[in-house]
Nanobody, 128 residues
C-alpha cells in the first residue's frame, strides 16, 4: 500500500544529464528522510544523496558532489535527483528509499540499512 516509484532513467552520453523522479503513494514524502542509492553489477549498493524532512538539508557522496542535486516538490509528493555531467562510472540501477524514523535525521550520505521502504529502481546507463 505504501509505494515509491522511480522514473526518468535511460541511456545518456557522457557529459549529459538526466532527472530521476521518486513519486510516493500512501504516505507523505516530506514526513521522512528520502535517499537515493545506486548499485552497479558486482558492486555494493552505494548511497548517493539524501534530503531530510523538516529543514530539508541535503547530503551527497563525494563521487557525485557538484554534479547531482536532490530536491523535493511537496505539492507533487515527489523527490528528484538531477544528474549533470554524467560519467560512465555513474552507470547503475538507481533506487529511492524512505527512512521512517522522524527523528533519525541524516548527517551525511545515506546508509542503506537505515532505510525502510524502497522503490523498484530505474536503470541509468552512461555510454557513448
Amino acid at each position: 500500500q505504501l509505494q515509491l516509484v522511480e522514473s526518468g532513467g535511460g541511456l545518456v552520453q557522457p557529459g549529459g544529464s538526466l532527472r530521476l523522479s521518486c513519486a510516493a503513494s500512501g504516505f507523505t514524502l516530506d514526513d521522512y528522510t528520502i535517499g537515493w542509492f545506486r548499485q552497479a553489477p558486482g558492486k555494493e549498493r552505494e548511497g548517493v544523496s539524501c534530503i531530510n524532512s523538516g529543514d530539508g538539508s541535503t547530503y551527497y557522496a563525494d563521487s557525485v558532489q557538484g554534479r547531482f542535486t536532490i530536491s523535493r516538490d511537496n505539492a507533487k509528493n515527489t523527490v528528484y535527483l538531477q544528474m549533470n555531467s554524467l560519467k560512465p562510472e555513474d552507470t547503475a540501477v538507481y533506487s529511492c528509499a524512505a527512512q521512517w524514523d522522524p527523528f533519525a535525521l541524516a548527517t551525511g550520505e545515506p546508509k542503506a540499512d537505515e532505510y525502510n521502504t524502497w522503490g523498484q529502481g530505474t536503470q541509468v546507463t552512461v555510454s557513448s
